[in-house]
């Protein structure tokens, strides 16, 4: 099993910057893909970025690419969500996941963290 373990939320002013962290423990070799994943009030939840563990290639969604940067350290089992140039509707429970090996969904989840961007 993989435990998550996100920090770093908090209220930011439009055009500030925010760092996540997520904290993984358990079983974190059988860890292949690692997301951060935001849902706002009333919305779906949506994949704002990730990173393969292994090689770190990275992909992102439209609406934060160029802002946001994700990136981790395997050494200390931690993926991080550096965001910048905020925006109101940045605002969301951020949620840190991983994909094991084997998978095709999503199998671990964080408990989240809330960012809020105020204008």
């Known amino acids: 099993q993989v435990q998550l373990v996100e920090s770093g939320g908090g209220l930011v002013q439009a055009g500030g910057s925010l760092r996540l962290s997520c904290a993984a423990s358990?079983?974190?070799?059988?860890?292949?893909?690692l997301g951060w994943f935001r849902q706002a009030p009333g919305k779906e939840r949506e994949l704002v970025a990730s990173?393969?563990?292994?090689?770190?290639?990275?992909d992102y969604s439209d609406s934060v690419k160029g802002r946001f940067t994700v990136s981790r350290d395997n050494a200390q089992n931690t993926v991080y969500l550096q965001m910048a140039q905020l925006k109101p509707e940045d605002t969301a429970v951020y949620y840190c996941?991983?994909?094991?090996?084997?998978?095709?969904?999503?199998?671990?989840w964080g408990q989240g963290t809330q960012v809020t961007v105020s204008s």
């Open positions: 996941a991983a994909r094991s090996y084997g998978f095709s969904d999503w199998t671990n």
């Open positions: 358990g079983r974190t070799v059988n860890i292949f893909l």
């Open positions: 990173i393969n563990r292994r090689s770190g290639l990275t």
